[in-house]
């Protein structure tokens, strides 16, 4: 399970989050809207450990964890913006998110149809590509929790449908997903809706 408890986050006199707390569990995706910088971005990256929160808790599974050893293995992190290292090949950028100096997993490549462009420089592919790798580098390792912020976004209609049945499979194996998303098929593939506003969450639907 994860939790979050009265996460407050304020850039000078303006609070961003003022106590935000929630729950997700094996099995769940939360989605969470709102107006463009209304908190969202902030939060995924405070709960993904990149970003300190003035006062509150994010725990994984009961613990309390910090970047470094183990933590990719529990949580995986996509962020809103390109994460990748463009000098280097896509396989390069695969390896250097899983940790290991060797071809990355067959499992990662095949599922997100990256087999043709293992070898291109990363800077060379379209942004719909690039969301792709990045995705692919978040869960290379398969954590059992996934931080996604707009996932498909960059992506045409036929990669956004094969990453959101990548995501139904993931949930179904008892991953949970949190995203930031503004597309309405997310939120309605999510059992939880949660709109940021005022630095607070609202429910934005009932739960499914």
């Keep these: 399970m994860v939790e979050v408890t009265n996460v407050c986050k304020s850039y000078g006199r303006k609070n961003i989050l003022n106590g935000v707390s929630f729950t997700a569990s094996p099995g769940q995706q939360i989605a969470l809207v709102g107006r463009n910088g209304c908190g969202k971005s902030t939060l ?60 990355p997993e067959d499992e990662a490549v095949k599922m997100f149809q990256l087999e043709d462009i293992l070898k291109q420089q990363v800077s060379k592919l379209s942004g719909g590509m690039k969301r792709r790798v990045a995705i692919a580098c978040a869960c290379v ?5 996934m931080l996604m912020d707009e996932p498909t976004a960059a992506l045409d209609i036929y990669y956004r449908t094969e990453v959101r049945k990548w995501m139904r499979q993931y949930r179904d194996m008892n991953g949970i997903i949190i995203t930031v998303t ?10 939880v809706c949660l709109l940021i506003e005022d630095g607070l969450l609202k429910d934005f639907r009932e739960e499914k």
């Design 141 to 145: 390792h398969m954590p059992p929790v």
């Design 182 to 191: 503004h597309d309405s098929d997310e939120m309605s593939d999510s059992s």
């Design 44 to 103: 995924m990256q405070i709960m993904a450990g990149l970003l300190k929160a003035d006062s509150g808790n994010v725990l994984y599974f009961g613990k309390k964890l910090s970047p470094g050893a183990g933590f990719s293995h529990t949580v995986g992190y996509l962020p809103q913006e390109n994460p990748l290292i463009e000098e280097l090949s896509v396989a390069d950028n695969m390896s250097l998110w899983s940790g290991k100096k060797c071809r």
